[in-house]
């Protein structure tokens, strides 16, 4: 039960980005940016324009909140639910965009 509460709550931090939703989804169709399995994101191009760095910065930081509430809330380590995240998150990905795994950008 514990896993399930904990799945459902990463699935709700994955989407909690709203407002860049749309800067989110172009950058991550582009190539520009991808998922890791850390439950971050990264950029993908080598540099980045200063537009696409602090949206993952934003992003990140927002995530990295939640991730510690969760973490607290269910006595859980924050880099287990980091983990958790990353998986989901790369589950989640759509098609064509880019994942990291093993240190490799791969187009899922």
Known sequence: ??????SFYLLCVLFVTNT?????TEAKANGLIGETTTGYL???TVAPSGEIKTLVDDINAKRQSHYQKIATKNG???EAIERMAGETAIKKTLSGNFVMVNGQWTKK
């Open 1 to 6: 039960m514990k896993k399930v509460i904990l």
């Open 20 to 24: 860049w939703a749309t800067d989110l």
């Open 42 to 44: 990264a950029t993908v």
């Open 76 to 78: 859980a380590s924050l």
